[in-house]
């Protein structure tokens, strides 16, 4: 098993976890590629490289015990994006890169602050924000990020998570007046949803039929109808305050959009049948003045490739992603880095591919020289004079 993380200190906490859980049932043959290090000849005569040199550093020197003795390699940060055989063909060689013009040159490019798109979630007063995409791209980050400025404006704010790897906490580092966080914990809501049914359906039972209901809510089913109860509980709440959700990786987050809209189409089905008025979590999703759906992403071609698709499947659903939010962008900052530089040349085409064939409405986060970790650094991210 080829664990692969980057070298940060929350990712390789959660690669320690995710290599304990494997361990403890038996997988132990494992290896651990920390993949994308930036180069130590990058840091010699550039700030953002030198203070991402040091921060990966020194996640890699503090790196958790329980990994220490797994066998190791590092793979360093390439100019390139990694698509294509000849790509994929240096993804192993240790050839430094090659400067090919002046790596001085401005860069110029369109970057919406993530502030002006908290400026406009703000004015509505409540609703929902949803981060949205594939593993990695830092939905977590941005949904934090978005509370806390929503918070230190004075406005209420619940952040959640329906993502198992996700640690907010991790994330967030402190406390703020106005927001509240939680986790929707699958074993929690599925005991809660057991304990329900068996205390109200199982009540008037007798064993032979209590036990029959037992065996039921073992089914694979329970924990997608618990999790499910628990989407919807935290969605009603958006009707007084901002409520904040980091989803689960794409294929999660769809399982549970399947979810809600066959709990909406069995609504509507009795609902017209009686000719009542009603409101499903699916018609809140798909309402824009109620729900915004941020689709976060790198500015890269498989991550932006991995956010259209899901941008089409949401479509699909009947559901319009408010904006799309490109993170943790080399373009958005300045950099004498030769490979820095390329790489911000490379983010481009997709930042330009994202503003006129995916989305009018778009934020473009820059990378820090720190790792967005704690209030101060996330409100760095949605504070325009910083950008």
């Not at 000849?86 to 240790?94: E, I, K, M, N, V």
């Amino acid at each position: 098993l080829k664990l692969v993380a980057r070298a940060q200190q929350s990712t390789l906490r959660e690669v320690a976890r995710t290599h304990e859980e494997l361990a403890g049932i038996g997988l132990k043959q494992q290896h651990l590629v920390i993949n994308g290090i930036l180069p130590k000849i990058e840091a010699e005569t550039d700030t953002l490289a030198t203070a991402i040199y040091k921060r990966e550093q020194a996640a890699l020197n503090a790196i958790p015990e329980v990994l220490k003795q797994l066998p190791q390699d590092l793979v360093a940060l390439k100019a390139f994006d990694l698509v294509g055989l000849d790509a994929l063909r240096q993804l192993l060689t240790d050839t430094p890169y090659q400067q090919h013009g002046n790596n001085e040159s401005a860069i110029e490019v369109d970057k919406p602050s993530l502030s002006q798109l908290v400026d406009s979630i703000a004015e509505d007063g409540h609703g929902l924000v949803m981060t949205m995409g594939k593993g990695g791209v830092g939905k977590t980050t941005v949904a934090a990020a978005v509370a806390v400025e929503l918070a230190s404006r004075g406005l209420a704010v619940h952040l959640t998570t329906s993502d198992p790897a996700a640690h907010l906490s991790d994330t967030l580092n402190g406390t703020l007046d106005n927001l509240t966080v939680s986790r929707i914990d699958p074993q929690e809501e599925i005991e809660r949803y057991r304990l329900h049914v068996l205390e109200t359906k199982g009540a008037k039972l007798d064993a032979h039929g209590r036990a029959l209901l037992e065996e039921d809510l073992r089914s694979p089913c329970t924990e997608e109808i618990a999790v499910f109860q628990a989407f919807s509980r935290i969605i009603r709440e958006a009707g007084k305050k901002f409520v904040v959700m980091d989803t689960a990786p794409t294929g999660h987050t769809l399982l549970l959009l399947d979810a809600t809209g066959a709990y909406h189409r069995e609504v509507a089905r009795q609902m017209d049948k009686a000719h009542l008025q009603f409101t499903t979590p699916m018609m809140q999703l798909q309402d824009p003045k109620q729900t915004k759906i941020l689709i976060v992403t790198l500015a890269e071609k498989t991550p932006v490739l991995e956010a259209a698709n899901l941008q089409s499947d949401l479509r699909r659903a009947g559901i319009e992603p408010w904006a799309w939010v490109i993170n943790n962008s080399v373009a958005a900052t300045t950099t004498t880095s030769a490979l820095l530089h390329q790489r911000a040349l490379n983010e481009l085409v997709e930042i330009n591919a994202v503003a006129k064939k995916y989305s009018t409405r778009y934020a473009v986060v820059p990378m820090l020289k720190d790792e967005p970790v704690g209030l101060n650094r996330l409100l760095q991210l949605t504070d325009n004079a910083h950008l």
